[in-house]
């Protein structure tokens, strides 16, 4: 590994992510957005998954002229989450971030996200705010069931599980302390929602905070659920009942996180009471489960407890 990176006493070392598989429709706005970032000490490191379109090339072209890229391709198709966690493992910055091949960035999202992590030592992650755009990069409504992000900084742990029960979880996408992330469960088994779960784990070592004035365009495609299955290589048994899976994962995270919390219990309590008064939560797990979703509010806490009482 040769990072792009520089040992440098006022700027410290980022690393940007890009894992793609065919990406090439979208690959040269997400890459627009990134070459341009104002801060003066990152690297892009794009892992191709042997894709079979043209992204290879363009890749190859941009890296050509921007000598922060680092480009590393793939014999066969390693599955999504390998190609994840190979831009993560193979950098040493201090600061990590994935990028999506379809997403596109603020110029300023890097310089802020790190500015905010050096002034708080209990931030593990600074996340910029997202807006949802359709394939054609059209805006698209805020999702009906998950309030916008809020800055946690300053809440406690169950505070902060709270927040991101209320928004099923937190987009990943954020710039992240390296060595927290390596401390969570993100070299584990391939999962539909792992960067769900991963937010979950993070919430136990810090807060994460918002940044200001710093869109992030996160495009949502057709059918987006069931190419990432493909890629994951996961077969049909094993994507259903996705949200009592998910629901399960992220209970086992925030009561048994990876930085032990004498608030672990009522973290999960709060958690648990979230899931219960949630419009997207209760229904989901009410479906996946063949439970009567008109119970009351104290009744449904009591099934969802008997449910997380296996992990």
């Known amino acids: 590994m040769i990072s792009r990176c520089l040992p440098h006493p006022n700027y410290p070392s980022v690393s940007i992510g890009l894992p793609v598989f065919n990406g090439a429709a979208y690959l040269r706005q997400a890459l627009d957005s990134l070459v341009t970032q104002d801060y003066p000490n990152f ?24 000598d922060r890229f680092r480009l590393h391709r793939w014999s066969h198709n390693r599955g999504a989450v390998k190609n ?30 790190v500015s905010i992590l050096e002034a708080d030592a ?13 394939a054609s990069g059209n805006l698209l409504p805020k999702h009906p069931t998950r309030p ?40 584990g088994q391939q999962e539909l929602t792992h960067d769900v779960i991963l937010t979950y784990e993070l919430a136990s070592m ?52 990876f930085t032990p919390h004498l608030e672990a ?7 648990l009471n979230v899931c219960a008064g949630h419009k997207e939560w209760w229904p ?6 063949n439970w009567d979703s008109s119970i009351s509010e104290p009744l449904r806490v009591e099934k969802l407890r008997s449910l997380s009482l296996g992990i």
């Open 43 to 66: 690297e892009i490191h794009v892992s191709d998954n042997a894709s079979t379109d043209e992204t290879w090339k363009i890749i190859n072209e941009y890296a050509q002229k921007c």
């Open 84 to 113: 994840f966690q190979h831009v993560l493992i193979d950098c040493d910055a201090t600061y990590f971030t994935w990028a999506a091949f379809d997403d596109v960035w603020s110029s300023d999202f890097i310089s802020k996200a």
């Open 122 to 134: 209990t931030a593990v992650m600074a996340s910029p705010m997202t807006t949802l755009i359709d």
């Open 148 to 187: 916008s992000p809020v800055d946690l900084g300053g809440m406690s742990y169950p505070e902060r599980i709270g927040e991101l029960a209320h928004r099923v979880g937190w987009c990943i996408y954020g710039l992240i302390r390296r060595d927290a992330l390596l401390s969570t469960s993100v070299f």
């Open 206 to 257: 810090g807060t994460f905070r918002l940044i200001e004035d710093c869109p992030f365009f996160y495009r949502v495609l057709p059918k987006q659920s069931t190419h990432v299955a493909e890629q994951l290589g996961l077969k049909t048994e094993s994507v259903q009942a996705v949200f009592t899976k998910l629901f399960l994962k992220c209970a086992k995270a925030v009561a048994f996180p």
């Open 265 to 271: 219990t009522k973290a999960l309590e709060i958690f």
């Open 284 to 289: 989901l797990l009410c479906a996946e489960n």
